[in-house]
């Protein structure tokens, strides 16, 4: 299927124009134009695309290693394949986030069916997963796993609060989904009931489930959300065990702070050095 050549879907070109736009638009953008600088790519070639996508996938699995976001074959992260948006590459069931490889990732459809590929497909990332892609044709990228805090946070049923900067970046930009709470997410009903709610987000919490992220923009940057969020349950949970009401940041400024630091292109952009120092400590990624 993949040997076909087809032209890019609108939908990409649109998600392209609006990450240069982003960078543009971005206060961290250097005025400078001979400083070193990470660069948004851009692609004439759909399979260079596709080599840069699964790269960046593999990494956020191995970022998600360094991060302990592992529990048995839990977890999975999805990119749009970037020629033929109906499929979608993940990781393969049953294989450590540490080991993910370009060689061993799979390319499913929306019926979890495994296009390419030698692993099977895990059935609740197919269900989640599959649902969000189909349902929202702009959404590029999408992470889950049962991290620790995460998934304690998610048993409360609320929102994060805007204790700090860095949790003002998910301020109005994130959902408690509490359908098909608890229950294991196998039957494609669940994905349906789920998948309506990523519509202008970037995060969900699913309670008593744990974290979930979607990104317009790239698998980078639906990573990067993913380990920011886990990061917020962890510190939100700590400023709650001390009994003491934190101060929280004014709406006004938690929509300043989101605004600036909490785009799409911002979470791009803080993978950069992630992606850095993993393809310079492990080289065995691109096998």
């Known amino acids: 299927m993949l040997d076909k050549v087809k032209q890019i879907a609108p939908v990409e070109a649109e998600r392209i124009a609006k990450s240069q736009q982003d960078a543009l638009r971005s206060i ?3 005025r400078q134009a001979d400083v070193i600088y990470p660069e948004i790519p851009s692609f004439d070639d759909p399979a260079q695309e596709r080599r840069h996508r699964k790269e960046r996938l593999v990494a956020a699995c191995r970022a998600f290693a360094q991060h302990g976001f592992d529990y048995g074959f839990a977890g999975h992260l999805t990119v749009r394949d970037p020629e033929h948006p109906e499929l979608y590459w993940t990781n393969p069931m049953c294989v450590h986030f540490s080991q993910v ?14 296009v ?3 692993y099977a497909i895990n059935r609740a990332g197919f269900v989640l997963h599959a649902a969000v892609h189909e349902a929202h044709p702009d959404i590029v990228a999408m992470c889950h796993a049962h991290t620790v805090y995460g998934t304690a ?3 409360l049923g609320r929102e994060l609060d805007p204790i700090s900067q860095d949790a003002a970046a998910f301020f109005e930009d994130h959902v408690v989904i509490r359908e098909e709470a608890g229950q294991v997410a196998v039957e494609e009903k669940a994905g349906m009931a789920v998948c309506d709610w990523f519509k202008g987000v970037k995060a969900a919490i699913h ?3 744990g974290l979930l992220t979607a990104s317009r923009h790239s698998i980078e940057s639906a990573a990067f959300w993913f380990i920011a969020l886990e990061r917020c349950c962890q510190q939100q949970l700590m ?10 940041v004014p709406p006004d400024r938690s929509r300043y702070s989101r605004e600036h630091v909490g785009s799409e292109y911002i979470g791009w952009l803080h993978f950069q050095p992630i992606w850095d120092q993993l393809k310079n400590t492990q080289p065995d990624m691109f096998d």
């Open 28 to 30: 961290y953008h250097p």
């Open 101 to 114: 490889k370009v060689s061993n990732l799979i390319l499913a459809d929306h019926q979890g069916r495994v």
């Open 116 to 118: 390419e590929g030698e």
């Open 153 to 155: 946070f998610a048993s």
């Open 207 to 209: 309670q008593n489930h």
């Open 239 to 248: 400023i709650e065990a001390t009994g003491i009401k934190p101060v929280l």
